[in-house]
């Protein structure tokens, strides 16, 4: 899509700038007086404010995001809100150390979008009063949020920080395809070849692959056919450690920190069963099962491999992963039932997707307005527009009622899907303060195999999900030398113990070093925050 198109569709936009307006929620005619500094706040429709003001913002810039200052959303929503957004888009490489020197030295934004704070960031800053306290301003200029809140607690409770302060808002998304982060694939061409079913326990799983390494399925006359492979997150490990009983509080990032048989919170990577895991997938690994390259290939070099038609499982998000020619062949794999009878699905993560996507800070003269420039992306009508653009523009309708793409977007020959959706809009990449909805959600998370693996696995998640947690400044403090050491040394052996590089029977050894690195004071912090977190939901 050439720029001058893209020129031409703001012009048209420019001229669909009532419409849009119009259809948004009736303005009230009660006004609420802001600071001195400020115009008066609408409580409800457009404009926010009725003198156009003007708001700074800082935020890391996708790879496949046009500049922020020119996108059509932004500049449609400038027209409607009354709102002007000055952004500093800064590429998303090289943003953290850049957002990081500015606070440092007081060269503060208004605000942060696309923000990429972590938890300990939010504690951090908010504790030191960069970020501003948004629970007031929630409360009375953010009737999306407050209604979100309402509805599911827990989201709430996810973001709210240990001094009961709200530092950030978060990417909410109320699908379970997109949540269950990474699935396995399995080719199902090749099984009907073979004449076998989808596995649907780890013994019949290892007896497939086996299969699939010593059979021409691909018929080119080599034996190159890989069981199965990913990149190098080593998703295998997550995907089928609840066939174990592990992940019973889903996928919290690295920390091997669920909840055990007993109710109370264990590091799992040192648990028995674990070991047994690890001797399965060590198995796996030495007879050829699994991809060699899986612990060092990235992205593009596992993408490859799998549109040359060589792969029997795979483990990512959507099954398009495979390409056009190849995705048809894949089914998704059920949550394989366990040497216990452990069927779990542990790679899911909460409707709270990311924590820490948007933070106001304390040199904003705006909050109130900013507040409710931002909250209108966690209404239906504000995921439509982030999501979707403008009607005759970006997308429109069909005779059934349902939306799509215009064609220019949704078939473009020199860009992907989220590239031309890129241009108009920063959703690409996620990241962002919004509620992302199945009904305006047009990317492979709707795929019909994307809602098939929703259906099949979701009786198996776990019935707590946590999220991220939020900790006490001297909690974060501890953690960065826990997990710095803790984590590190668990994932290093990890690959040794899956290649064969350290045997298993050093496993003694291995539990030993994680106590003496200080586990049990680990395990004590993420207790105390789980206990918060409960208290918060209460």
């Given amino acids: 899509m050439k720029w001058n198109t893209w020129a031409a569709l703001l012009s048209v936009a420019a001229m669909s700038a009532g419409a849009l307006a119009g259809c948004s929620d009736a303005k009230e005619s009660a006004s609420q007086d802001g600071p001195p500094s400020q115009p008066p706040i609408n409580a409800a429709g457009f404009p926010v404010v009725n003198a156009p003001i ?52 007081g060269d503060l934004p208004d605000a942060f979008y696309r923000a990429q704070f972590t938890p300990a960031d939010e504690v951090n800053y908010g504790s030191q009063g960069i970020l501003i306290p948004l629970n007031d301003l929630i409360d009375n200029y953010a009737p999306n949020l407050k209604a979100i809140f309402e509805k599911y607690p827990d989201v709430k409770q996810s973001i709210t920080a240990p001094d009961g302060n709200i530092y950030t808002l978060p990417q909410l998304n109320d699908q379970l395809a997109p949540r269950l982060s990474r699935k396995i694939w399995i080719n199902k061409k090749w099984l009907d070849q073979l004449g076998m079913s989808v596995p649907t326990t780890t013994e019949e799983f290892y007896n497939v692959l086996k299969a699939f390494r010593d059979n021409d399925l691909n018929n080119n006359g080599k034996k190159d056919e890989l069981p199965w492979t990913g990149d190098n997150q080593f998703d295998i490990l997550t995907n089928i450690r609840g066939s174990w009983g592990m992940g019973t509080t889903g996928s919290i990032g690295k920390s091997f920190v669920d909840k055990g048989p007993d109710g109370k919170v264990r590091f799992f990577a040192t648990d028995p069963k674990y070991k047994e895991l690890l001797e399965y997938l060590n198995k796996l690994y030495k007879e050829g099962l699994i991809d060699k390259d899986v612990f060092t290939q990235e992205v593009p070099q596992f993408s490859a491999k799998l549109t040359q038609g060589v792969a029997g499982s795979f483990s990512a998000s959507n099954v398009n992963q495979a390409g056009s020619k190849y995705m048809d062949d894949f089914v998704p794999l059920p949550a394989l039932k366990g040497p216990y009878g452990d069927q779990l ?5 909460p409707m709270t997707q990311n924590q820490g996507t948007f933070a106001i800070t304390n040199k904003n003269k705006y909050p109130e307005a900013t507040m409710r420039w931002v909250d209108y992306f966690y209404g239906e009508e504000g995921v439509k527009f982030l999501r979707m653009g403008i009607e005759g523009v970006t997308y429109e309708k069909l005779p059934d009622g349902d939306i799509q793409y215009k064609e220019n977007i949704r078939a473009n020959p020199q860009m992907s899907l989220d590239q031309a959706a890129g241009q108009f809009s920063p959703w690409p990449g996620g990241n962002i303060p919004q509620f992302v909805q199945m009904k ?99």
């Fill in 345 to 349: 699905v542990s790679t899911v993560v």
């Fill in 440 to 538: 305006y959600d047009k990317t492979g998370n709707t795929f019909p195999s994307s809602l098939e693996s929703a259906k099949l696995l979701g009786p198996y998640i776990p019935k707590e999900i946590w999220p991220n947690f939020l900790f006490t400044k001297d909690e974060q403090d501890q953690l960065n030398s826990l997990n710095n050491d803790i984590i590190t040394y668990v994932q290093e052996q990890q690959i040794k113990f899956v290649t064969g590089a350290v045997s298993l029977n050093n496993w003694d050894q291995y539990v030993s070093s994680i106590k003496k690195m200080g586990v049990d004071k680990l395990l004590d912090i993420y207790g105390a925050a789980y206990e918060r977190y409960k208290k918060n939901g209460k």
């Fill in 54 to 105: 003007t708001i700074k913002m800082m935020g890391a810039k996708g790879p496949l995001h046009a500049e922020w200052n020119d996108m059509l959303v932004f500049k449609e929503y400038e027209k409607m809100t009354n709102i002007k957004v000055e952004f500093e888009a800064v590429p998303q490489n090289g943003y953290v150390e850049k957002r990081n020197v500015k606070i440092a030295g």
